[in-house]
């Protein structure tokens, strides 16, 4: 129990939260280098708040805790070369509202609207980030085990994937720009050549550690899911299968490694947050140790690599 009383307080005590929030405003005052900003630490805050309501709604850990928020903001706080504002900074936030309605559909009496929104969403994300598309075969898959795959829901996707596009096409044709439909598609079909000469170190070294607790978590969760309930075993399935999903798309395409980084992010802070809530042995216990202390370097080398460079 020496080795948890630490996880423990911290996984479950009341003022684990608001110190989080003071640590990072902390991290993103310190490294603040412009005020757009500002715009990514509203974003950051807003994934945090969906995080939340996405626990609550589906009760994710069943019991009452802000692990999976405070994961998340910390790591992303400590990635200090995402704060400056791009389009692609959105792409979490719309990941994370595709999955929730993934999660409605589970066994819905009415698929075709949350299925849907599920692939709008995913659509309307690849404007900003046109490889989002490649996680369409995996939302396809996940919808045989959430009971949600027939063929109004089936085409319900389509309609969702193309409504955005066709949008488009009608203004491209409109106003002569069908540029604008034509560059995401290409960007989404063009592979480009995996060379990890285009990563930074602390890109490296941020990925491997999201990599590393996110591989641990859902191997961890495989063993240990006959504990939940079969709803919550199939979401959080479906967050480690995900998360390996979009692990092997950063690792064939490294160009895009902050976008995939970003996505592996949400479905880390789900699946440790599990771990360090509900598991009280002596791994959990030295794991969540090593974990912060390793955090702890993390922040210091970004923070360090930051200014070094500047």
């Given amino acids: 129990m ?22 990072c405003l902390l991290l993103w005052g310190v490294s603040f280098q412009g005020w757009n900003e500002l715009i990514s630490l509203g974003i950051t805050t807003i994934i945090g708040y969906v995080l939340i309501e996405t626990n609550t709604a589906f009760n ?14 910390l790591i992303a706080s400590a990635l200090f070369f995402l704060h400056p504002f791009e389009w692609t900074n959105l792409v979490p936030l719309i ?51 959430f009971r949600a795959m027939n063929g109004k829901s089936f085409l319900a996707s389509w309609i ?11 203004y491209g044709v409109y106003f002569d720009e069908m540029h604008l439909l034509l560059r995401p598609l290409q960007e989404a079909l063009h592979f480009h050549p995996i060379d990890y000469r285009c990563l930074t170190i602390n890109e490296i070294t941020s990925w491997a550690y999201i990599t590393v607790l996110l591989l641990i978590s859902g191997i961890h969760y495989w063993q240990i899911a006959y504990m939940d309930k079969t709803r919550t075993r199939i979401f959080h399935s479906f967050l480690a299968v995900a998360g390996i999903w979009v692990t092997v798309c950063s690792i064939l395409q490294p160009v895009y490694v902050r976008e995939w980084m970003s996505i592996q992010l949400v479905c880390t802070a789900f699946l440790s947050g599990h771990l360090f809530t509900l598991t009280r042995n002596r791994f959990s216990g030295i794991f969540f140790i090593v974990t912060f202390v390793l955090y702890i370097l ?4 970004n923070l360090w690599m930051q200014y070094f460079n500047s």
């Fill in 2 to 23: 020496s080795f948890n009383r630490f996880q423990i307080e911290v996984a479950t005590g009341r003022f684990t939260l608001p110190v989080v929030i003071l640590v």
């Fill in 60 to 73: 994710l850990i069943r019991t009452r805790t802000t692990m999976p928020v405070c994961i998340y903001w």
């Fill in 95 to 145: 990941y994370l509202l595709a999955t929730y309605q993934l999660f409605v559909s589970y066994e819905s009496p009415s698929l075709s609207p949350p299925i849907f929104h599920t692939f709008l969403l995913v659509s309307l994300g690849s404007m900003v980030f046109p490889p989002f598309l490649y996680i369409v075969p995996l939302l396809w898959g996940s919808m045989i085990p």
């Fill in 298 to 301: 993390l922040m210091s080398f």
């Fill in 160 to 170: 969702g994937l193309i409504t955005p596009y066709w949008l488009l096409f009608g």
